[in-house]
Structure formats: structure tokens, C-alpha cells
């Protein structure tokens, strides 16, 4: 279960087209349980930055880096090494409503911005059933500013969207490591489990 939470987590902050887009920022606000706070700066479809539940994930396509404020550690991953593995990893909106079929159900106007609806049945993660979704997309940001989907029971649905959307060119540095994070092998590791997982070890 908590590797689907993650995956809904990576879809609803990454949902974006191939083409080039505006620049911008915003508030990203995930409801799963509970609200869950987070924040996206956007260049482009290959370079973005998500910050979410102590965690900032900076994707420079083909890499990914996912960094833990509290263990100021980070990891490194290659997107084509990850495709295999998980198919929520580098979805592009485009390559998402092709391959699940999802239909345009008509236009809503979200935070000032025109979006085209679309409806649909997609895969979250390759073994479990597709789950049902509908998306806000703006072409003019070409990004998904809202999101719901409908989760097997007892999670229900869970939604996303962005508030405080501002368009404007997004700096250099916050795609880049901050000082003081140090580079490790795996998440448990950076996330500051590695010791614990010796101490639960065999006695």
C-alpha cells in the first residue's frame, strides 16, 4: 500500500506534456487521508522540482534526485533504469491519455487557467488493477492542475491540485544539490533507516 501511496504521490506532481511550456511556480495540495502540503517550480517537461512530506525531488531527465531535508541525504536514479520497474515513473500527460485511453469529457476554468477534462482507467503500478482517474489539464501550462483518482478500498479517492499558480521564469539553483547534502546508495539509507534496519537485525 505504501509503495501505491508514492506512486499517486509521483503521478499527481509530475503530470506533464513533451512540449514547451511556461514557466512557473506553485502550491501543490494533495488530499489523501488528510491535506498534504506541497510545492512545484517548473521549467520545463524535463527539468522540475517537487517538494512534498520532507522530501524535494529535482528531475533533470534522464536523472532523478530525491533529497531528505531531515538527513540532508540524497539519491540519484536514472529514468531509464526506473521505466521497467515502475510505470508511474517519467509519465508525460501526452503518453498517459494514449496508452490508457482516458476521453475528453469537456473544459473547466481552475485557477484563472482553461483546462480540458479527461476521464479514464490507468495503471498506477504494474501489479496492481488500473484505477479510475480524471484530470484538469491547461494547455497553456501544459501540466495537470488538478487531479482526482479512485483507490481500492479503505483509501476512497484522493485528489491533487495547484493554488497560487505564478508564471515566471524559475532559477538555476533550485535545480541544483543545496550545500550540505551528501550523496547515498539507496532511499532506506537516505532517509535515515540504515542504522535502525542493523539494530532490527538478527541478534
Same mark, same amino acid.
Given at each position: 500500500?505504501?509503495?501505491?501511496?508514492?506512486?499517486?504521490?509521483?503521478?499527481?506532481?509530475?503530470?506533464?506534456?513533451?512540449?514547451? =511550456?511556461?514557466?512557473?511556480?506553485?502550491?501543490?495540495? =494533495? %488530499?489523501?487521508?488528510?491535506?498534504?502540503?506541497?510545492?512545484?517550480?517548473?521549467?520545463?517537461?524535463?527539468?522540475? !522540482? +517537487?517538494?512534498? %512530506? $520532507?522530501?524535494? !525531488?529535482?528531475?533533470?531527465? @534522464?536523472?532523478?534526485?530525491?533529497?531528505?531535508?531531515?538527513?540532508?541525504?540524497?539519491?540519484?536514479?536514472?529514468?531509464?533504469?526506473?521505466?521497467?520497474? +515502475? *510505470?508511474?515513473?517519467?509519465?508525460?500527460?501526452?503518453? %498517459?491519455?494514449?496508452?490508457?485511453?482516458?476521453?475528453?469529457? $469537456?473544459?473547466?476554468?481552475?485557477?484563472?487557467?482553461?483546462?480540458?477534462?479527461?476521464?479514464?482507467?490507468?495503471?498506477?503500478?504494474? +501489479?496492481? *488493477? @488500473?484505477?479510475?482517474?480524471?484530470?484538469?489539464?491547461?494547455?497553456?501550462?501544459?501540466?495537470?492542475?488538478?487531479?482526482?483518482?479512485?483507490? @481500492? =478500498? *479503505?483509501?476512497?479517492?484522493?485528489?491533487?491540485?495547484?493554488?497560487?499558480?505564478?508564471? $515566471?521564469?524559475?532559477?538555476? +539553483?533550485?535545480?541544483?544539490?543545496? *550545500?550540505?547534502?551528501?550523496?547515498?546508495?539507496?532511499?532506506?539509507?537516505? %532517509?535515515?533507516?540504515?542504522?535502525?534496519?542493523? !539494530?532490527? $537485525? @538478527?541478534?
Amino acid at each position: 500500500m505504501k509503495k501505491i501511496f508514492f506512486s499517486i504521490l509521483v503521478l499527481f506532481f509530475t503530470i506533464a506534456s513533451t512540449t514547451v =511550456a511556461a514557466e512557473f511556480s506553485a502550491d501543490e495540495i =494533495a %488530499m489523501m487521508g488528510g491535506n498534504i502540503g506541497g510545492k512545484i517550480y517548473y521549467k520545463n517537461s524535463s527539468i522540475h !522540482r +517537487n517538494e512534498s %512530506m $520532507g522530501m524535494i !525531488r529535482i528531475i533533470k531527465l @534522464p536523472l532523478i534526485y530525491q533529497l531528505f531535508t531531515n538527513t540532508k541525504k540524497y539519491t540519484v536514479s536514472n529514468i531509464n533504469d526506473l521505466a521497467n520497474k +515502475n *510505470p508511474m515513473d517519467n509519465v508525460s500527460f501526452d503518453d %498517459m491519455i494514449k496508452k490508457n485511453n482516458m476521453k475528453k469529457m $469537456g473544459t473547466a476554468t481552475i485557477q484563472r487557467f482553461k483546462c480540458d477534462i479527461y476521464e479514464g482507467n490507468i495503471k498506477v503500478n504494474k +501489479n496492481q *488493477p @488500473p484505477m479510475h482517474m480524471k484530470i484538469w489539464y491547461s494547455k497553456k501550462l501544459e501540466y495537470a492542475i488538478k487531479t482526482s483518482m479512485t483507490l @481500492p =478500498a *479503505p483509501m476512497g479517492t484522493v485528489s491533487s491540485h495547484l493554488e497560487n499558480i505564478k508564471i $515566471g521564469r524559475q532559477l538555476d +539553483n533550485l535545480f541544483k544539490i543545496p *550545500p550540505g547534502y551528501s550523496k547515498v546508495k539507496s532511499i532506506e539509507e537516505a %532517509m535515515g533507516m540504515g542504522n535502525m534496519q542493523m !539494530r532490527m $537485525g @538478527p541478534k
